[in-house]
Nanobody, 121 residues
């Protein structure tokens, strides 16, 4: 599966952004999808995960109640709606996918390119 992320940008604290990730390839809609992020000088960290049918979601504690992951399987696209953004959300955001268990810590096999999100104070 190939992944193409978009939607990053510059936003003021308290604002919102929506990231999109389009999956292509055989049976792309049958893959769990998710988002990770990497801030400067830090390791890549998990943000959110959605099951392939969209019935199950999981979030990293720091984004619970602010971010919403969703998907549209008709368009093979996953979304990350980010609300109440904080400067500490500044990072490169990556979408990821896999059709097997992600493990703990999650390590999906397929990755898209990153999209920069910058939140100004």
């Amino acid at each position: 599966v190939q992944l193409q992320a978009s939607g990053g940008g510059l936003v003021q604290a308290g604002g919102s952004l929506r990231l999109s990730c389009v999956a292509s390839g055989r049976a792309a809609s049958s893959y769990d999808m998710g988002w990770f992020r990497q801030a400067p000088g830090k390791e890549r960290e998990f943000v959110a995960h959605i099951s392939w049918r969209g019935g199950w979601t999981y979030y990293e504690d720091a984004v619970k109640g602010r971010f919403i992951i969703s998907r549209d399987n008709g368009k093979n696209t996953a979304f990350l709606q980010m609300n109440s953004l904080k400067p500490e959300d500044t990072a490169v955001y990556y979408c990821a996918a896999d059709n097997v268990g992600w493990g703990d810590p999650p390590r999906p096999r397929y990755w898209g390119q990153g999209t920069q999100v910058t939140v100004s104070s």
